[in-house]
Nanobody
Framework: QVHLVESGGGLVQAGDSLRLSCTAPGVMFSNFDMAWFRQAPEKERERVAAVTFDSGSIFYIDSVKDRFTIDKDNAKNTLYLQMNSLKPEDTAVYYC????????????WGQGTQVTVSS
């Protein structure tokens, strides 16, 4: 069983930075492609950033390019999302997700962490 736990959310002002973390006790992150999703009130969930099991390929949605950085530390079994120059439109619940290497579907999800950016 993969139990993902996010941390690092909070209330910040526009222009500030936050770093989200995602861990899963006993899980080898090297076996998973992973991603950060977010869902704002009354909006659909969107994939913000993703990284393959070996960090060989990374994806960002256009709205966060050059501001967010996803990093998967397989040695520490931790996934990070460094968020800089935060904007009010980044306000959402952020979720960590994992897909086994032999699957294209994110099967495991964390409980989410709230990020609120005030203007």
């Amino acid at each position: 069983q993969v139990h993902l736990v996010e941390s690092g959310g909070g209330l910040v002002q526009a222009g500030d930075s936050l770093r989200l973390s995602c861990t899963a006790p006993g899980v080898m992150f090297s076996n998973f492609d992973m991603a950060w999703f977010r869902q704002a009130p009354e909006k659909e969930r969107e994939r913000v950033a993703a990284v393959t099991f070996d960090s060989g390929s990374i994806f960002y949605i256009d709205s966060v390019k050059d501001r967010f950085t996803i990093d998967k530390d397989n040695a520490k079994n931790t996934l990070y999302l460094q968020m800089n120059s935060l904007k009010p439109e980044d306000t959402a619940v952020y979720y960590c997700a994992a897909a086994p290497r032999d699957s294209t579907r994110y099967q495991y999800w964390g409980q989410g962490t709230q990020v609120t950016v005030s203007s």
